[in-house]
């Protein structure tokens, strides 16, 4: 689950699960050493999955997709918050909260 609020006003936060954050930086930082494009290798990945039958793991990258191309399209300091297992983001107090 990768959430942006797209407001113009406002630039984040980028709301994005633990495991989907490492997957898309690993993407970036390949990406900064020369590599194709973040968004492009998670779109790959998840046509691979896809192909193969796999839809969980299609789901997993279409959601690093989505985090690699927000992170493309806002600027540099917009904030990131990083859920952990059993975590919520309350967009209506804009904090994470805990599933009990």
Do not use: H
């Amino acid at each position: 689950m990768v959430i942006y609020d797209d407001d113009e006003d406002d630039q984040g936060p980028i709301v994005v699960r633990r495991p989907v954050y490492e997957a898309g930086i690993k993407l970036e930082q390949a990406e900064a050493a020369g590599g194709i494009q973040s968004f492009d290798e998670a779109e790959a990945k998840m046509d691979e999955c896809k192909a193969a039958g796999k839809t969980e793991e299609a789901a997993f990258w279409k959601e690093v997709y989505d985090f690699c191309m927000t992170r493309e399209s806002v600027a540099a300091d917009t904030e990131i918050v990083i859920l952990e297992e059993g975590e919520t983001y309350n967009w209506n107090v804009g904090k994470v909260e805990r599933k009990s």
